[in-house]
């Protein structure tokens, strides 16, 4: 089960993390409750255009050798924004990924979300960072007189090798170990050998989700990293 799967738990918006694209600012292309909210690192010198999206009546020879055409581009377009990304100033992603995380912490479609999925960055996969998100959900509990709800955070925890995924509650950052590829995700029981609960099973959907991508169009069109 991938990140889509989740979209029938999520009643609110879908904000978007993304990668460099080009000859944008920090911005947002959606409200809540409509289309996804984008939030992008700026990289003026890359530019990149996924392929379009075609309605016509084929035959399955057709739609076949059309969706081949497409993986290629597809291919073809995560080579070149991961060179992009491994050649962007480390400095410049740092200071990028603060102020992604900070548009977030600072929107009242946030503070007000009292259910969230949130995927955890993995440096070595040059994600936009979310550490500030997630340790400001854990380590900042809600005060009598504020505004800001209480939050229930779900993170991802990849199940197998076809990577099926589940959505699991955590309440610490204790409560994340390093797999085989030293990304971290939850153990499947707490501290007091209880399972942990799934988002699936949960009484309340969420209202939130933070997803990860490798690219994105202006209409929110997301490239993923192939995984499924």
Known sequence: MGWWSYKGRVKGLVAMILSPHQHHQLCTL????????????????????????????????????????????????????????????????????????????EAPWFKSCKGLCAYISCSALREVDTSKVLRHILNNPTKDGETETTKRLYVPRVEDKNSHMRMLNISSMDDLIANSMNILEPAPVDASGNDREDVMMANEPVELLLLPGLAFDKTGRRLGRGGG
């Open 30 to 105: 959606a409200t809540p409750f409509t289309r996804p909210l984008i939030l992008r690192r700026t990289q003026p010198s890359s530019s990149y255009t996924l392929p379009p999206r075609r309605f016509t009546t084929m035959t399955t020879t057709t739609q076949n050798q059309n969706l081949d055409d497409i993986f290629s581009q597809k291919k073809v377009l995560r080579t070149k924004v991961k060179k992009d990304l491994r050649s962007m100033d480390p400095a410049l992603r740092s200071q990028q990924d603060d102020a992604i995380q900070n548009l977030i912490l």
